[in-house]
């Protein structure tokens, strides 16, 4: 049975680039696989600081809600992420879905 290398120097070198920026971002490493080079990344969620917000919204007469709002949608969720190298050599990026 032979195997197909469908991956080479140069896509690897932007494949682990890709993650250890990832990494610095805050992302953890869930699941790695050397043979079919994929990893699953990670990221908890964060407390919004409701209070401080509030106050800000007080000061700005409604306008910081805004912010607040998108704070608490974005920030509130743990993040799942997959990098991968499909079959073409092409490096992408999916969001997972998280339970």
Known sequence: ???????DEK????FYKMIS??????????????KLPYVVLSKEKKAVKHTFH??????????????????IITLSRKQSILV???EDGNLFEDKCLSA
């Open 1 to 7: 049975m032979e195997t197909y290398q469908f991956t």
């Open 11 to 14: 896509t690897l070198d932007k």
């Open 21 to 34: 920026a990832k990494t610095r971002n805050g992302f953890v490493i869930v699941e790695h696989n050397e």
């Open 54 to 71: 509030l106050l800000l919204t007080c000061l700005t007469f409604g306008l910081w809600s805004v912010v607040w709002i998108y704070l």
């Open 84 to 86: 991968a190298v499909d």
